[in-house]
């Protein structure tokens, strides 16, 4: 369900970035895309997490060794 959400976000972040690069932001005069070219950015990269994070859970590979606790 998670890399759904993400998948959704990204897509229409995807879209505004597009939507948005013949506007300009009013001080800079930079593209009004670069503002929000974070938000598909971030989920990309979150997709990218969650779906190894399954690979490793799919191969059985405990908790423990994927976070491995930082208190050793």
Excluded at 12 to 28: E, H, K, P
Excluded at 38 to 45: D, H, S, T
């Amino acid at each position: 369900f998670t890399l759904l959400v993400l998948a959704v976000v990204f897509y229409f972040g995807v879209a505004i970035v597009r939507g948005s690069w013949n506007t300009t932001l009013t001080t800079l005069e930079w593209p009004m895309a670069w503002q929000y070219m974070a938000l598909p950015l971030g989920m990309g990269l979150m997709a990218v997490f969650v779906a190894w994070d399954l690979y490793l859970i799919a191969r059985s590979v405990p908790r423990e060794r994927r976070y491995p606790s930082l208190d050793h």
